[in-house]
């Protein structure tokens, strides 16, 4: 009963977790391609601000002894993820200046080997030979799925987008590690979320400053709309996906979000009268990619049940 309780959890976790991604992802999307404010490290330090704002009234109430402590004990942590999150925001940003979308996809794809890497170098987490197998046919699966149009990208964009991949497995890694340590969520996007911005702001006062300062005034209403709707979005996102990280683990949150794109690549096809545009690269990627999941989570199952076993053995002796 215990098991299913936990599945059933864990079920609503990886739903409400996917509704948010995808709404925070379209509402970036309009935001940042049809409604004209296209200021990514602007919006990103509003998701940041607003982040910290609404969680200090919550994180507040443990009082400032036990801050102390935790700042004490966990800065560097918290300091790296705050600077991974923003730097993988960034870079990839800048990256899709000079390379193709296509291109910047393929190599996103890797996140999930990415992170069983990062796994291995920060928790010592060393994955089965089966899961290293399983994560490396989904990426290679997504990694087909989304190819279309040209591969093409200066060094660069290139560079920058594969560091932005690493800092994304950097933060997830990092995440899971100081959350094993009991800090929450809350707490964990309360500390993180100053740190984020102040590694975004630079950014946008680099690239958007000047421009954000003609589009202010003739669309004020739209632009604090924006603003608004989407931090508000991004800190329930941000949530959910700490959660996801703690409960679930972060190198299976990338896989979760691998499975996202498929989906909406298999939903696009057939709900959207764009079968045409399936091409038979992104059907075999499609099915190889299906069956690294299946693997994938035929080995987590086989893991946990072997480690069921193995703490119920004492008890039977």
């Known amino acids: 009963m215990a098991r299913l309780k936990q599945a059933a959890a864990h079920v609503l976790l990886v739903s409400v977790f996917l509704c948010l991604n995808s709404s925070l992802n379209l509402m970036n999307k309009w935001a940042l391609g049809h409604a004209g404010f296209r200021f990514p490290f602007l919006l990103s330090s509003c998701h940041m601000a607003f982040s910290f704002a609404v969680l200090a009234p919550v994180a507040l109430l443990r009082g400032g002894e036990q801050h102390r402590r935790?700042?004490?004990?966990?800065?560097?942590?918290?300091?790296?993820?705050?600077?991974?999150?923003?730097?993988?925001i960034a870079l990839n940003n800048i990256s899709l200046l000079d390379i193709s979308l296509s291109l910047?996809?393929?190599?996103?794809?890797a996140i999930p080997v990415v992170a069983s890497l990062m796994a291995m170098l920060i928790e010592s987490k060393v994955p089965s030979s089966q899961e290293a197998?399983?994560?490396?046919?989904?990426?290679?699966?997504?990694?087909?799925?989304?190819?279309?149009?040209a591969l093409s990208g200066k060094p660069y964009a290139i560079a920058f987008c594969m560091a932005a991949?690493?800092?994304?497995?950097?933060?997830?890694?990092?995440?899971?590690k100081l959350m094993s340590e009991k800090l929450d969520v809350v707490r964990l996007g309360f500390y993180v979320a100053?740190?984020?911005?102040?590694?975004?702001?630079?950014?946008?006062?680099?690239?958007?400053?000047?421009a954000f300062s003609a589009y202010w005034p003739a669309n004020r209403q739209i632009a604090a709309a924006i603003m608004l709707l989407s931090s508000l979005v991004a800190v329930c996102y941000n949530l959910a996906h700490s959660l996801m990280i703690k409960h679930i683990s972060a190198v299976a949150t990338t896989v979760v979000g691998e499975f996202k794109i498929l989906a909406l690549i298999v939903l696009s096809a057939f709900l959207l009268g764009e079968r045409s545009e399936f091409t038979a690269k992104m059907t075999a990627g499609c099915v190889l990619a299906l069956l690294g999941f299946g693997w994938y989570s035929q080995t987590k199952l086989a893991e946990a049940t072997r480690e069921q076993q193995?703490?119920?053995?004492?008890?039977?002796?």
């Open 133 to 149: 197998a399983s994560l490396l046919v989904i990426s290679l699966g997504v990694m087909l799925a989304v190819w279309q149009g």
């Open 165 to 176: 991949t690493i800092c994304n497995g950097g933060f997830m890694t990092v995440s899971s």
């Open 194 to 210: 100053p740190v984020s911005l102040a590694c975004l702001l630079p950014f946008f006062l680099m690239y958007e400053l000047d």
């Open 310 to 317: 193995r703490r119920e053995a004492p008890r039977s002796e």
């Open 70 to 88: 935790t700042l004490d004990r966990q800065w560097g942590g918290i300091l790296a993820i705050g600077a991974f999150m923003a730097l993988n």
């Open 104 to 109: 910047n996809q393929i190599i996103r794809s």
